[in-house]
């Protein structure tokens, strides 16, 4: 790592950023002799893409696109639940925690 006054770097800042981007070199930059800051190239991170970012991530069990259960078994379902709302003399449903 190469040291160099502020005001020597205050003259080739450009150069010398162009300098830490390409070789990857870094710079300590001093001020009356004392170590102030440190020029050093960005950390460059991989891109990943927002598709395929989870890829490997989860699996697959199965047929994903058929429905979870039968037609027969939502059909009597459905059924269930028709008769139920129609039964007469049906108790209400309490809450839970509420009081009679």
Request: with cysteine; glycine share 8%.
């Amino acid at each position: 790592m190469k040291t160099m006054g502020a005001g020597e770097f205050k003259a080739r800042c450009l150069e010398l950023m162009d300098r830490v981007a390409e070789r990857s070199e870094s710079f300590v930059i001093t001020k009356r002799g004392k170590p102030v800051a440190r020029l050093v190239p960005v950390e460059k991170k991989a891109r990943t893409s927002l598709l395929g970012a989870l890829r490997g991530q989860a699996q697959e069990n199965g047929d994903i696109v058929s429905p979870a259960v039968s037609r027969e078994a939502w059909e009597s379902a459905q059924e269930w639940d028709q008769l139920n709302r129609e039964a007469p003399g049906r108790k209400s449903r309490r809450k839970v925690g509420s009081r009679r």
